[in-house]
């Protein structure tokens, strides 16, 4: 079954016997029989029939509404959606120890073998001393094959994530104060451009989640806690090196970011983007997610925006039983 995507302007969807037609300018540029259809997706405005709603209703079509953006902004609920379904198993394997653990490995093991292949493509093509720090990662990888308990693999993530920060700041060809991850607040100007891309990233896996119909608060790396979308958190994970971690060194290295960029925040004490250049940062941002890259689990071209979509789907079919495990996304 497929995925309709609306994302052109003035788009119109009508029924026809048990149909949807999509309609531009009072020209059909799709018809499409509903029992090919799982999901609508529409980006920005559409103009929906009240019998092409009807259908959608009758046949559990689960329809969902973006903004131009792509930011998540609400669906159509039918009484036979299977949301309830996907999220009761969602909840039932949170509480599976061994479902969990399995999980959690997988989501660590991607984002160490991503952390590792950054450190490699700077320690091919230069004379950095990072190859520990790389040597570092890769024994956290295997040992995560040993790992008996959620905190094993947590600290294994944690050792790996560690020592790739620690080589990090040698791969800048500018010092901007970068000398260890620090979150809250950020104290350099590195490390507030890395903040503030892991908020965007953290905007658009939270779309994907919703839009596969996950329950964004239930993860199984990030313990489950109230106001705190530890799903997102979970799926972020493999993609910090390659979007935000990516954008930021390429950025610092050629010098599209300097001191002039970043003001001090009175309140937290910290280092913030400046507004005149938070702009900037999100057209890289947005460049960075619309690269197109080959997508390994379903050996595709796509961009990083809809690799998104497509781990989300692959966590949902994890989670319904329908795959063995869950396979990160791990780009060479």
């Known amino acids: 079954m497929a995925t309709l995507y609306i994302d052109k302007p003035d788009i119109r969807l009508r029924k026809k016997d048990k149909r949807i037609i999509v309609e531009q300018e009072d020209k059909v540029i799709d018809d499409i029989p509903t029992f090919r259809l799982e999901q609508i997706v529409v980006f920005g405005g559409v103009e929906l029939t009240v019998p092409a709603l009807s259908l959608i209703f009758q046949e559990n079509i689960d329809t969902v509404f973006l903004t131009k953006k792509g930011r998540y902004k609400g669906r159509i609920y039918s009484p036979g959606l299977s949301l309830v379904t996907l999220r009761l198993k969602q909840y039932e394997r949170v509480i599976d120890k061994d479902f969990t653990l399995s999980a959690a490995s997988s989501l660590v093991k ?5 952390l590792r292949t950054m450190l490699m493509r700077f320690n091919r093509s230069s004379d950095l001393d990072i190859g520990y720090s790389a040597l570092q990662i890769r024994n956290c990888i295997k040992s995560l094959e040993n790992a008996k308990t959620l905190d094993s693999v947590r600290g294994y993530e944690g050792a790996g994530t560690s020592a790739y920060f620690s080589a990090l700041q040698k791969i800048f060809k500018y010092d901007l ?5 620090v979150k809250r607040p950020p104290t350099d100007p590195v490390n507030a451009l890395l903040s503030f891309g892991y908020t965007l990233l953290c905007g658009d896996i939270n779309t994907a989640v919703n839009l596969v119909g996950l329950d964004p608060y239930i993860g199984f790396l990030h313990e ?3 106001r705190k979308t530890s799903l997102v958190f979970d799926l972020m994970e493999e993609f910090r090196p390659v979007i935000v971690d990516s954008i930021v060194i390429s950025s610092i290295n050629r ?14 004490g910290g ?10 940062f999100i057209s890289y941002y947005q460049e960075r ?21 497509l781990q989300a789907r692959i966590m949902a079919r994890y989670i319904k039983g329908e795959t063995d495990k869950y396979i990160p996304m791990t780009p060479k």
């Open 110 to 114: 991607g984002k160490l073998k991503n």
């Open 177 to 181: 104060g970068f000398r260890k991850r």
């Open 224 to 226: 489950p806690q109230d």
């Open 255 to 268: 010098k599209y970011f300097e001191f002039s960029d970043f003001e001090p925040d009175s309140e937290t």
């Open 271 to 280: 280092i913030n983007i400046s507004k005149n250049s938070i702009a900037r």
């Open 289 to 309: 997610l619309a690269n197109v890259v080959f997508h390994n689990q379903s050996n595709q071209h796509v961009s990083y925006k809809k690799c998104f979509e």
